[in-house]
């Protein structure tokens, strides 16, 4: 009887410190902010060079091109990128398109078009930019007004895509937001502090935004 009643005691005691523990785990969980990633990164990410530019744009399917042969009208056509990446040009056929960006595509069309002309002299230029459609946007998420999903203009910054949202609603978190940015196959998380660039004219960390970056305003925590 004494060890039946014992072991009755052991499990009136141990159930509420269990309970105890999985409220304290509970509550751990939702202190935990999202998690900046290491200085070396940040740096490597906001000191790399501008992405998206018109002198860096990479073709992709659905992309229109026109490609323009100097004194050969009948060579210069405008035609879209198929899914499996490449274009059809006169007298050379199919030509691999996406991946190249426009400068290097007209290069390839022009030793192709050695075979038929005496020094051609090609240029393309992008039409339609379809297959950046996505790529190239910059999104905001979490405790804002409006969450919003835009194409990259140059000249962003975290501001105006913070402010195109609407501001952050009554449970944001400003100081703890974060700027999402793709880098080498990972994303650098990079601690941005919208409550002190607002309303104490701290602009350190109102970076200029990325084509793919996403800011993201969490919530306090209660």
Known sequence: MDISRGIKMSRITTLPGLALCISLMVIASGCAGPTASSPEKIQQALSAGPSGSVN????GATDVVRVSVWRNEDLSVSVPIRPDGKISVPL??????????????????????????????????????GSHEFTD???VTGAV?????????????????????GGGNEFAALNRSMLYRKMNGEVVAIPVKLDDILNRGKIETNYAMRPGDILSVPERNF
Request: no cysteine.
């Open 56 to 59: 860096s744009y990479v073709l």
């Open 145 to 165: 007004r409006q969450q919003v999903s835009q194409p990259h203009r140059d000249g962003m910054t975290v501001l105006d895509m913070f402010l195109s949202a």
């Open 137 to 139: 946007r910059v999104r």
């Open 92 to 129: 050379i056929g199919d030509v691999q398109a996406s991946g190249k960006e426009p400068e290097e595509l007209a290069d390839d069309i022009r030793v192709e078009l050695t075979e038929y002309i005496r020094e051609p002299q090609v240029s393309v230029v992008v039409t339609s930019m």
